[in-house]
């Protein structure tokens, strides 16, 4: 069953700047694969909430966290303002 859910803050700690940094990543990676921004959209935050739901069930993480994923849309939308901008 679901272990958790984590209840922490919003404080840009070292998880939640790998959040943001990695979710920024993979938007470009999968635009790089795709050359579709909608879809790289989609598969980058499907990517985040899936992870997410691992640290739920898992035993060696703290568990899920909302936190984390709005950490992952703001990469998503960081990367996305910048790709339509540049």
Partial sequence: MFKTITNDSLDFTMDKQA?????????????TYTDDMILSI?????????????QGFSKRHTGFSFIDMVY????IMIAYVLHCIL
């Avoid at 959040?19 to 635009?31: A, M, Q, T």
């Avoid at 992952?72 to 990469?75: E, L, P, T």
């Fill in 42 to 54: 989609c598969l980058t935050f499907l990517t985040g909430f899936v992870y997410e739901l691992f």
């Fill in 72 to 75: 992952n849309v703001i990469g």
């Fill in 19 to 31: 959040h943001l940094y990695v979710s920024f990543g993979l938007y470009y990676f999968f635009y």
